[in-house]
């Protein structure tokens, strides 16, 4: 998988780890003012004054603001999703896997906060064509395909829509950039409690 | 409860009625495009051309843009209060009540969706005195309130967390928003399995 925007990271000469750190920093820096101010809200002079570099620099490593909101989001969509995959591939009944990845993934949505804020909030601001990278393996499918995994092994109620319960999964883990402050539960927590909810209104016994 | 901005609706003159209209009006399209574009990308000339108007018409009724979001999403916050609040009153187990709850608050969500979207999307870009105005009587508060309810008369499960299992079921029911497309599936529908997946999940017996 091929990302346009990866292609005009720094070349590999002698000065490449900075080049990283800065693209590294830059990433960071924008995806916090996004997260706090909103996307349309910040402009690229102020994520260049945070950073205390001319803006001119980022031209470097952008062609506008909407590849810096591109790349924040790719990262965090595709390591999220990397890890979800693997669940999918977990053995077990199609309820213990989807068990497992209810707490997985609200355990990564809040180690990740910032970006999967920025992820979950501003994905529309994207350009069509940015927005098509990241669709087609979306989580609600995943998580639909894991209830109708349950459904055929037996574990999953049969009366259960794997669409709308999947939806409904999906909506809880990731409304919880909407309230969650630092240190108010602990990831782990929000994910089995959910996850506690889930398996008994799924479960076929 | 007063606010502000209803104070600066016209007086009651002959040409009542159509200055309501226009306000009626310029809510709608307000609404509609901060749903579309996002607020902070919206501007007050764009709505302007939107419904043909010159911008300094605005200023009859509003002081600021914030002052079109505030009144957005006050008017459907209070409705959507009002209606969940009628559920609070009803009789019944709390399980029971809190079946209804999701059922109608969902239905609610979907009927009122360009609102709720700039409610649930654009909150947090309202002013903080905005903010305080609706704070304190919110939907989690009512959804744990009501497991609470639940756990007293012994219809829902002790162990339950009441407020993480509230915000499970708000994130479910507010993230509708994200992926509702009208037509996709009937309101009724979605509110009826969520509430079936949570009374099971949450179910003392």
Redesign the interface.
Known sequence: MAFPINDRKPARTPSRKTGDERWEELLDVSARMFAQY????TSLQQIADELGILKGSFYYYIRSKSDLLFEVIRSVYWDGLERFQAYSKEEGTGLEVLERAIIGHAAFLVEHLTATTVYL?EF??LEPEQREKLTGHDF?QLMSDLIRRGQDDGSVRAD??PT??A??????????Y??YRSGS?APE??GR??A???????TAH
């Open positions: 909103g996307y349309a809200a909030h529309e601001r609600r259960v829509d709308l319960s939806l409904a999964i999906v909506g809880s883990i990731n409304w919880i909407r309230w539960r927590e929000i409690e959910f506690r909810i889930y398996v008994r209104g799924l």
